[in-house]
């Protein structure tokens, strides 16, 4: 069984340049997750689909982080503009509904 | 979703049997116990679950207290790529609660 692909796996862009991420989550997975992983922190929940409709966004920043997941299937996750503090690592993982959630190997932003 | 007390680190030699400690004392009846490692410049990886009953796969073995309020990860024979951060989370399945990742443990496997 194929895993959670994301893409690309790393990225450098100037500050107030935008960036967007693409992931493909598990075949058959309805859930999708959106993570944020500031360096010496534990991942911290962005966004949440479930099917193509969103269930929690509380924790993204709206003013500039915008997410969509088409058809249910692959997402992408954007920021723009970018700022310094983004630089994170982005994850995505999926699950079947909302149990063990099984996690892509992740983006590394750097933001300059 | 209960919260989680873990050690920030901890060393294990390697051969033997790495014991992760993990406190959630507010847990709730219907929460399980979920551990996740991460291992460096990779997204984290599903090792065990359980509610009450105490769990055992290929990978790890999770031993949960009678009051639930502790938990214990058992890596049998602790190998170098075991060394991770490794995180204890508590929460609802089959519900849309969040996942809450801590600072979870660093583990140290040395030869």
């Known amino acids: 069984e194929a895993g959670v692909a994301q893409s690309p796996r790393y990225k450098i862009i100037e500050k107030r340049q935008s960036v967007a991420f693409w992931c493909n989550p598990i075949?058959?997975?309805?859930?999708l997750y959106w993570y944020q992983q500031i360096l010496g922190q534990g991942p911290k929940l962005l966004i949440q689909f479930q099917n193509n409709g969103v269930v929690d966004d509380s924790q993204l920043p709206k003013d500039r982080f915008s997410a969509e997941r088409l058809k249910g299937v692959d997402s992408t996750l954007k920021i723009q503009p970018a700022k310094l503090e983004d630089s994170a690592v982005y994850l995505c993982a999926s699950s079947l509904v909302s149990d063990t959630q099984y996690f892509g190997p992740g983006t590394r932003l750097t933001v300059l | 979703d209960a919260k989680t007390t873990q050690p920030p680190s901890m060393d294990c030699a390697e051969g033997r049997a790495a014991n992760l400690p993990c406190n959630h004392s507010?847990?709730?009846?219907?929460?399980?116990v979920y551990w996740y490692r991460q291992i460096h410049s990779q997204g984290p990886q599903y090792i065990i679950h359980?509610?009450?009953n105490n769990e055992t796969n290929e990978m790890a073995s999770l031993i949960i207290t009678e009051d639930r309020k502790s938990s214990t990860l058992i890596l049998p024979h602790a190998t170098l790529r075991d060394t991770a951060v490794y995180y204890c989370?508590?929460?609802?399945?089959?519900?849309?609660?969040?996942?809450?990742f801590g600072s979870g443990t660093k583990l140290n496997v040395k030869p």
């Open positions: 359980g509610l009450k």
């Open positions: 989370i508590v929460r609802v399945a089959y519900n849309f609660n969040k996942f809450y």
């Open positions: 507010t847990i709730s009846g219907n929460e399980y």
């Open positions: 075949s058959g997975h309805a859930t």
